[in-house]
T-cell receptor, first 115, second 112 residues
Framework: AQTVTQSQPEMSVQEAETVTLSCTYDTSENNYYLFWYKQPPSRQMILVIRQEAYKQQNATENRFSVNFQKAAKSFSLKISDSQLGDTAMYFCAVLETGSARQLTFGSGTQLTVLP | DAGVIQSPRHEVTEMGQEVTLRCKPISGHDYLFWYRQTMMRGLELLIYFNNNVPIDDSGMPEDRFSAKMPNASFSTLKIQPSEPRDSAVYFC??????????FGSGTRLTVV
């Protein structure tokens, strides 16, 4: 079974600065996908970025990018030019590509962007 | 597409009452998932369906919980009888490919 660990319950960053959220995971599969989801106060779960484990190139999506270290099973999220609207809970998640389609989440990191 | 639609958005009920949560997945998606979110336990998978068939219900807490998917466009999660510890946000999500799920807005359930 896969597990996901987010060791930073809370973080803050000044507007326009850069922040990195950490995530480590464990899986017995060789093929899997990794995701970051954002949950603002509206509680909607919003997909921020995804990474296929077989791809060495780190995924980027506008101001969001990841640092994927497969051997270390690490998947951090970097937010550049932070904006007030980035304030949210961020969840890291892993999805194995075998028969089980379960998306397993970490405990989340509450990010606050300060004006 | 309107996305995954859940109803109601909020539900307050008395202990012992039956509660039914509803979900309409995105048209064409063949997987549907029910998650529960609490402060103590985070996001937990309760059950998921593939082509309307329940595949894994090992996350369902106890027999008071049941889920159905009578067709590709509708699913329900029922709690009978409800208890205060069932208070949580319940999410429905659907997917077609491996590229992540699309979540509904969730139902906040409060059992008093």
């Amino acid at each position: 079974a896969q597990t996901v660990t987010q060791s930073q319950p809370e973080m803050s960053v000044q507007e326009a600065e850069t922040v990195t959220l950490s995530c480590t995971y464990d899986t017995s599969e060789n093929n899997y996908y990794l995701f970051w989801y954002k949950q603002p106060p509206s509680r909607q779960m919003i997909l921020v970025i995804r990474q296929e484990a077989y791809k060495q190139q780190n995924a980027t999506e506008n101001r969001f990018s990841v640092n994927f270290q497969k051997a270390a099973k690490s998947f951090s999220l970097k937010i550049s030019d932070s904006q007030l609207g980035d304030t949210a809970m961020y969840f890291c998640a892993v999805l194995e590509t075998g028969s089980a389609r379960q998306l397993t989440f970490g405990s989340g990191t509450q990010l606050t962007v300060l004006p | 597409d309107a996305g995954v639609i859940q109803s109601p958005r909020h539900e307050v009920t008395e202990m012992g009452q039956e509660v039914t949560l509803r979900c309409k997945p995105i048209s064409g998606h063949d997987y549907l998932f029910w998650y529960r979110q609490t402060m103590m336990r985070g996001l937990e998978l309760l059950i998921y369906f593939n082509n309307n068939v329940p595949i894994d219900d090992s996350g369902m807490p106890e027999d008071r919980f049941s889920a159905k998917m009578p067709n590709a466009s509708f699913s329900t999660l029922k709690i009978q009888p409800s208890e205060p510890r069932d208070s949580a946000v319940y999410f429905c999500a659907s997917s077609l490919s491996i590229y992540g799920y699309t979540f509904g807005s969730g139902t906040r359930l409060t059992v008093v």
